[in-house]
């Protein structure tokens, strides 16, 4: 998470909410990095998990990241929900709930939807809950009144 929350300061030079996410592979290294970067690409689905999607799969030969996990300072929003279980990463783990807007098991959680074709074989989440969300809380106040 500490590497994940490392991205997540880096998207503050861009202006991007700070949100980060590295994925490792089954051994434990950082095989994919990213943070929110809508501001800096002009991209709305530059998410920082997309991103470390999208760079481990590079990094991996492929896009199927079975016995992966994605570690991210916010719980994913629907969106990267999709992108996770399209990726059939293993597992989740992210530090701040997102009571909103989460996919993770805050508002609905599509990670672990029985209905679905494709599931995440295990999220832990408030993984330094604390640290995540100050970040965030920081990143807010600056700009709301």
Same mark, same amino acid.
């Not at 690409?41 to 896009?63: F, I, K, M, Y």
């Not at 059939?88 to 959680?109: E, H, I, N, P, Q």
């Not at 599931?119 to 009144?145: K, N, Q, W, Y």
């Given at each position: *998470?500490?590497?994940?929350?490392?991205?997540?300061?880096?998207?503050?030079?861009?202006?991007?909410?700070?949100?980060? +996410?590295?994925?490792?592979?089954?051994?434990?290294?950082?095989?994919?990095?990213?943070?929110?970067?809508?501001?800096?690409?002009?991209?709305?689905?530059?998410?920082?998990?997309?991103? +470390?999607?999208?760079?481990?799969?590079?990094?991996?030969?492929?896009?199927?990241?079975?016995?992966?996990?994605?570690?991210?300072?916010?719980?994913?929003?629907? *969106?990267?929900?999709?992108?996770?279980?399209?990726?059939?990463?293993?597992?989740?783990?992210?530090?701040?709930?997102?009571?909103?807007?989460?996919?993770?098991?805050?508002?609905?959680?599509?990670?672990?939807?029985?209905?679905?074709?494709?599931?995440?074989?295990?999220?832990?989440?408030?993984?330094?809950?604390?640290?995540?969300?100050?970040?965030?809380?920081?990143?807010?106040?600056?700009?709301?009144?």
């Amino acid at each position: *998470m500490r590497e994940a929350l490392d991205e997540a300061r880096a998207a503050l030079a861009t202006a991007d909410v700070p949100v980060g +996410a590295v994925v490792l592979d089954p051994e434990g290294a950082v095989i994919g990095r990213g943070r929110n970067a809508r501001e800096a690409e002009g991209d709305p689905t530059a998410h920082a998990e997309v991103l +470390a999607l999208r760079d481990a799969a590079a990094q991996h030969g492929g896009w199927n990241l079975e016995g992966c996990t994605l570690v991210v300072t916010l719980e994913p929003c629907v *969106m990267c929900a999709g992108a996770i279980l399209s990726a059939r990463a293993s597992r989740v783990v992210f530090g701040a709930y997102d009571d909103k807007a989460g996919a993770a098991g805050g508002a609905l959680d599509l990670l672990r939807e029985r209905r679905l074709p494709l599931r995440v074989a295990e999220v832990v989440g408030g993984v330094l809950e604390e640290e995540c969300a100050s970040l965030l809380t920081a990143f807010f106040a600056d700009r709301r009144p």
